[in-house]
């Protein structure tokens, strides 16, 4: 199949971040075409922000349920939608796409609430569709190589690993569109920063060792007087492996604008990345000299390589690690419409997104127990 794939999208209305993020990334391998979506819940903004897009008005939903009964009957229906909503908004549109085998891209975390992300399971296991979520800090180019490097044992038995997010944009009291519903429990769910960009960092560092983890520690404080959700999350590590970690994500670090960085240490050697500068890697071989590694460069791997679009020492970064996930995406939509199998393993499972519910709710938890040691497998 040749044509380009048809994208609807739920969210992502006048105004919206993510929601320009994700149509970004979807164009930028020429893979979608975005033709149909439910912008807004109100209906005029809905329709204003479907005409400035180039969305006609007869593809302009009020609401996602009509959106998706309307869209599976059409010949020239969507392939695909992205929810780009608030995390208590996810589950819904979700299950409604889902019941019409329409596959669906949606946003992090998997939902607000741990019975919603189950919900979200029971009702794909129910589709024929697929299901996708887009932790995109999984489609850097190194961080796909940094994964290859440890499931080829370059860096030995992993025994540590540090991850930490960090960001001052809420140090202190703000009311925009973005602060409102990520500290507002109703709209974000039991977590705040560790639901917002805790997850990314759980997820990141789960992604690149695929270790399972076994039971957490976690302190999560809400620093601002008067926030309902914590702005700040310390959580320690125990793996089933038996390796160690640590988590810090906070959104209240002054002099930080998105500092995400993962370090692993093994038998044989270490690995270190940040988001900030995420064309280079460092890896170091125990009793060898430090050796940096860049995307595209001479010592890239096939993931990385693949993953690449322009040559070593021009940038990427963003926006082009959302876009590898789209490319994936529309690969597997591609090989399912063609009756083949595609390759899965560059992209976050739904198992993954539960995994990520899990880790909120046994932060949250484990906190409200003056950090209590706390199993995953209790959730």
């Known amino acids: 199949m040749t044509r380009k794939l048809r994208l609807g999208m739920v969210g992502g209305g006048q105004g919206a971040f993510i929601g320009d993020v994700h149509r970004m990334a979807s164009r930028l391998d020429g893979q979608w075409e975005l033709v149909a979506g439910a912008l807004s819940s109100e209906p005029g903004r809905a329709l204003a922000s479907a005409l400035e897009l180039g969305i006609p008005e007869d593809r302009s939903y009020a609401n996602f349920e009509d959106m998706a009964i309307r869209e599976a009957a059409r010949a020239d229906g969507i392939d695909a939608v992205a929810i780009v909503t608030p995390n208590h908004m996810h589950a819904a549109p979700c299950i409604a796409f889902l019941g019409q085998n329409i596959n669906v891209i949606c946003d992090k975390p998997l939902a607000a ?112 007087l008067g926030r309902q959700l914590d702005d700040n999350v310390q959580a320690s590590l125990r793996f089933e ?58 010592v890239s791997n096939a993931s990385n390589l693949t993953s690449t679009r322009i040559p070593a020492g021009h940038p990427e970064g963003y926006l082009e690690g959302f876009a590898n996930l789209y490319r994936d995406a529309a690969d597997l939509i591609r090989a399912q419409i063609d009756g083949e199998a595609g390759d899965i393993s560059n992209l976050v499972s739904l198992e993954d997104g539960l995994d990520g519910m899990r880790f909120i709710q046994a932060c949250v938890q484990s906190s409200e127990n003056d950090g209590a040691w706390t199993r995953i497998a209790d959730f």
């Open 241 to 298: 492996s038996g390796a160690r970690g640590s988590l810090w994500a906070s959104q209240v670090a002054v002099g930080n604008e998105n500092g995400l960085r993962l370090r692993i240490y093994g038998t044989k050697g270490g690995l270190e990345w940040e988001q900030e500068d995420p064309n280079k890697m460092t890896f170091t071989r125990f009793g060898e000299g430090k050796q940096i590694l860049t995307r595209g460069g001479a």
């Open 113 to 224: 609430t741990l019975e919603q992300a189950q919900a979200i399971e029971a009702a794909a296991k129910a589709s024929s569709a697929q299901f996708f979520l887009t932790h995109n800090y999984t489609g850097y180019p190194l961080i796909r190589q940094a994964r290859d490097m440890v499931k080829e044992g370059e860096l030995g038995t992993i025994r540590l690993v540090q991850v930490e997010y960090a960001q001052d944009w809420l140090t202190e009291e703000v009311s925009n569109k973005q602060a409102d519903w990520r500290t507002d429990p109703a709209r974000s769910g039991a977590g705040g920063c560790v639901g917002d960009i805790g997850t990314h960092a759980y997820n990141l560092a789960s992604f690149v060792t695929g270790l399972k983890l076994e039971s957490l520690s976690a302190e999560l404080t809400s620093f601002v």
